[in-house]
């Protein structure tokens, strides 16, 4: 089996891209570090990482953050490690698939943010009515969507996975162990 078919392998950098329903890039991150990939999930993360918007801005992400992926769940989680707690942002988005180019979703505008003492938005409401008429979601996509609201609601409330604390150590201090050894050859 070659190495394209396996993908990414412990410590090597992906591309992310988001699209909008439309097909159009949303947004690309360069050089995410993979710290673990499954069946069906990838664990990442972007520190200090070089995003594109679409309309060709850029920036650098300020903060360590581990990002979280699913074959299967319709949401990805980014955990943002700052001085005061971690914060979480959640993408409300199709489940991702991995090519030699990208790891790539499609981003349906609705999203979750975690606080560090816990309170819980729900952020672009708006924007998620006006694209879903826009571009004609459909009943299917927005109940598909709707109902990952509420499991994400359901991690966030039981710690589950990427909202527990030993979680966001266990890859942070994976991270660093990675850094170190890159440094040290």
Not at 1 to 19: L, V
Not at 94 to 105: C, G, I, R, T
């Amino acid at each position: 089996m070659t190495r394209e078919a396996r993908g990414p392998k412990e410590g090597d950098f992906i591309t992310i891209k988001s699209y909008k329903h439309d097909g159009s890039l949303h947004r690309t991150w360069r050089d995410t570090m993979v710290l673990k990939t499954s069946e069906n999930a990838l664990i990442g993360v972007n520190d200090h990482t070089l995003v594109t918007e679409d309309d060709g801005r850029r920036w650098v992400t300020r903060e360590p953050a581990i990002v979280y992926f699913h074959k299967h769940y319709w949401f990805n989680i980014v955990a943002m490690i700052r001085d005061n707690g971690v914060s979480y942002y959640c993408n409300l988005a199709s489940p991702y698939v991995l090519d030699k180019e990208a790891l790539k979703y499609i981003d349906y505008d609705l999203d979750v943010k975690v606080f560090p003492d816990g309170e819980k938005r729900l952020l672009d409401v708006d924007e998620y009515e006006d694209f879903s008429q826009r571009w004609r979601y459909g009943e299917e996509t927005d109940r598909i969507l709707k109902a990952n609201v509420l499991t994400l609601v359901d991690w966030i409330n039981h710690h589950k996975g990427p909202f527990s604390q030993a979680y966001v150590d266990l890859w942070y201090q994976r991270y660093q162990e990675l850094l170190r050894r890159s440094t040290d050859q």
